[in-house]
Nanobody, 124 residues
Framework: EVQLQASGGGLVQAGGSLRLSCAAS????????IGWFRQAPGKDREGVSC????????YYVDSVKGRFTISSDNAKNTMYLQMNSLKPEDTAVYFC?????????????????WGKGTQVTVSS
């Protein structure tokens, strides 16, 4: 059974930082493109950051460029999203995912596996 277990969300003041983690079991993340997505209340889900093992430069949605960093630890089979300089508009449920292509971040291309979301709330 494939599981992606996201953690690390919480309540933080604007300007603060959080690091989201997503531990995978049943798959090897290095075999897939990985990504973080988010959905705010009343809004569509958006791709925050995606990368494949072949990419030199990960994709980041414009609103998080320079503030968020996606990474992974193959030994731990875990992906991360380091979020700095958080803003109230970053408030959302964040989901980790793995699939065939990082294009899922900016297109209707799908991801194969999804974790349950973790809530990030940024207060002003």
């Amino acid at each position: 059974e494939v599981q992606l277990q996201a953690s690390g969300g919480g309540l933080v003041q604007a300007g603060g930082s959080l690091r989201l983690s997503c531990a995978a079991s049943g798959i090897t993340l290095d075999d897939y493109a990985i990504g973080w997505f988010r959905q705010a209340p009343g809004k569509d889900r958006e791709g925050v950051s995606c990368v494949s093992s072949h990419d030199v430069y990960p994709y980041y949605v414009d609103s998080v460029k320079g503030r968020f960093t996606i990474s992974s630890d193959n030994a731990k089979n875990t992906m991360y999203l380091q979020m700095n300089s958080l803003k109230p508009e970053d408030t959302a449920v964040y989901f980790c995912a793995a699939g065939p292509s990082p294009r899922a971040c900016w297109s209707n291309y799908g991801m194969d596996y999804w974790g349950k979301g973790t809530q990030v709330t940024v207060s002003s």
